[in-house]
């Protein structure tokens, strides 16, 4: 039986193609979601760009589909209308009856008492207007499309038994033949069956069809050595250019940022196979904004950038190179590029290194539009917490990271990694457990 799906405005702005993703039910749009959306049409960010975007489609089905208050076929086989209530909110629960969340709602229960019989569901990402509807009777639920767990999220990392005999081999040849077929760059722990400390550690290369081992120096990278198994694999990923998009998940203190901006140093400056690093990440306040900050774009952007000149800083004062402030030579040779990411849409980026920081705090869409980014001989790193998320606009299940990371599993040209082991220190490791 098709169901009735009503849509809430922020599933509009938040997927304007929403409409075309509930098979073939019947989609409902409420005429206050449209004025809602008209509100954010002038909006310069990706929400204003979403509002456009909804007005124009529902634009081309109404030129040629016919007539909205009607409803129109949608290709998928499905119904969509723009439902005007008969009667004015009346909630009984409403203490606002003219706010535009209870009239929203309103239409809802007006569409499941027209249609008597049909299940109706209200598609809110509100959770207290999910809480609302549910109070009152009607069947609600979040915007699910788009949207992958964290916890769920797959680890990049699988452990193989073997007899010990082919795990000495393993380290005198540097590769082996898995049984079984294992998913693209997957990074792999070779375990001794009667000798279970006995282990390697190797990545599966999709090229050659084998278990490969680690290419990470003994001697580390830039003066910083992996402390576990988890940063050996994340090192290697990073240093392979045949992996065009790496997605680094982990908590705070388990080295993302550091591992990446010391395998982007090593690759750009010491190998030269990329012709800049690019370091950036968005600009998002934690808490309270100050406000607008004095000086010229240098000026105001430091604030923002300093958590990635704090990294630099301890990887050339520990590195080859001596002296917190060395990286200032490659800023200024243009090798090394420190920016947000306000601007970057338009580029074209070849034979660039590009580490995005803090990418939890962007959208799928914000994502979408760093990666296209990426010229030839380009590869990207995307790293972030899902838990430490600062965009009101996203949470741990619905930010571009997460969604990332999913949607590219078991292709060739990238790999994921999520990393749990906390390593900046035994204080930073318990609060991240504990708070």
Not at 140 to 154: G, P
Not at 308 to 326: C, Q, V, Y
Not at 401 to 412: H, N, P, Q, S, V
Request: glycine share 8%; net charge negative.
């Amino acid at each position: 039986m098709k169901k009735n799906y009503v849509l809430d405005t922020n599933i509009l702005l938040h997927d304007p193609r929403a409409i075309f993703r509930f098979d073939d039910n019947n989609v409902v749009i409420p005429i206050y979601c449209i004025e809602e959306v008209d509100n954010f049409k002038r909006e310069g960010s990706e929400r204003g760009r979403n509002a456009r975007t909804i007005a124009r489609l529902l634009d081309e089905l109404r030129e040629t589909g016919g007539s909205l208050s009607k409803g129109v076929t949608l290709e998928n086989g499905g119904h969509l209308k723009v439902a005007v209530p008969t009667k004015r909110p009346e909630l009984p629960s409403a203490i606002d009856k003219a706010a535009m969340d209870n009239a929203i709602l309103q239409t809802a229960f007006e569409v499941r008492e027209e249609d008597g019989g049909r299940p109706t569901i209200f598609v809110t990402m509100d959770t207290n207007l999910r809480i609302r509807a549910d109070a009152l009777g009607m069947v609600s639920q979040n915007y699910e499309n788009q949207r992958v767990e964290a916890e769920r999220l797959d680890t990049g990392i699988i452990e193989i038994e073997l007899d010990g005999e082919e795990i000495d081999r393993f380290f005198q040849e540097g590769r082996i033949k898995p049984k079984n077929e294992l998913s693209p760059n997957i990074c792999v722990l070779l375990r001794d069956r009667a000798n279970p400390s006995h282990t390697a550690l190797g990545r599966f290369d999709p090229t050659k069809k084998e278990i490969v081992a680690l290419r990470t120096p003994r001697e580390g990278v830039m003066g910083v050595r992996p402390r576990n198994k988890e940063q050996s694999h994340a090192l290697d990923l990073l240093l392979d250019e045949n992996i065009r998009l790496v997605t680094l998940v982990g908590k705070a203190g388990t080295g993302k940022t550091l591992l990446a901006l010391a395998a982007g140093l090593k690759r750009t400056v010491e190998d030269g196979v990329y012709s800049r690093m690019l370091v950036s990440r968005p600009v998002m306040p934690l808490g309270r904004d100050i406000g607008f900050l004095p000086g010229d774009v240098d000026e105001k952007l430091n604030p923002w950038m300093q958590p990635i000149f704090d990294n630099l800083e301890f990887l050339f004062s520990s590195g080859t190179k001596k002296g917190p402030r060395a990286y200032a030579e490659l800023l200024e040779s243009g090798q090394l590029q420190v920016e947000p990411l306000t601007y970057i849409r338009g580029r074209s980026l070849p034979s660039q290194y590009m580490i995005v920081d803090e990418a939890q705090n962007l959208t799928p869409h914000e994502v979408k539009t760093i990666i296209t980014r990426s010229g030839d001989g380009t590869k990207i790193v995307l790293t972030g917490d899902p838990h430490q998320i600062d965009n009101p606009y996203v949470d741990s299940a619905s930010n571009g990271l997460t969604i990332a990371a999913d949607k590219f599993r078991g292709e060739k040209c990238a790999a994921n990694i999520v990393l749990s082991k906390g390593e900046r220190s035994e204080l930073a490791e318990i609060a991240a457990n504990l708070l």
